[in-house]
């Protein structure tokens, strides 16, 4: 992944960013810097937070919607929107694995099918994945079945990324 374009963002556009995470995951991101960096390749588009890719745009049924990164979510505890997995399911987790029922714990009973969501894990508290929810926060914990895909996750090209 090459850098293919990077400005800084507006008042606006920064307060726009604070207010969704706000709303979504319970989250208050401060910074002294903010640029917004468009990435070749998977498309990424990343937002630097005090020069550190804390927020990616992902697309959504409304458009391109701000949530956090894995790094993110470790820097800022998401409260809402958390799908946890026990400790037999971190590796695939971590290895960009979608997310099945077996391996889900605990999940926010506030999540939609369609949301994006981070996945959590219960042993160390640390945030490995975003993804989509396929299901509603209820009906993920179960025997059986594919809840959240997976959008990015620890180790990937993103997770890597040095700006």
């Known amino acids: 992944m090459e850098v293919k374009s990077r400005h800084h963002l507006r008042s606006d556009a920064i307060a726009e960013i604070q207010e969704m995470l706000a709303g979504k995951l319970g989250v208050e991101v401060d910074a002294d810097t903010v640029e917004n960096v468009e990435l070749t390749g998977e498309g990424w588009n990343v937002v630097l937070v005090d020069g550190d890719p804390l927020v990616l745009y992902v697309d959504g049924e409304t458009g391109r919607e701000p949530f956090l990164t894995v790094r993110g979510a470790n820097e800022y505890p998401p409260t809402e929107h958390v799908v946890t997995v026990d400790a037999g399911a971190v590796g ?48 993920m914990v179960g025997e059986e079945g594919r809840v959240v895909e997976s959008i990015h996750h620890v180790g990937d090209e993103l997770y890597e990324l040095a700006v």
């Not at 695939?92 to 099945?100: K, L, T």
């Not at 508290?125 to 926060?137: Q, S, T």
């Open 92 to 139: 695939f987790v971590s290895n960009g694995a979608d997310i099945m029922r077996p391996g889900i714990v605990e999940a926010d009973d506030d999540i939609s099918e369609g949301d994006l969501v981070v996945i959590n894990e219960e042993s160390h508290g640390k945030f490995l994945a975003i993804g989509r929810a396929l299901v509603e926060g209820p009906e």
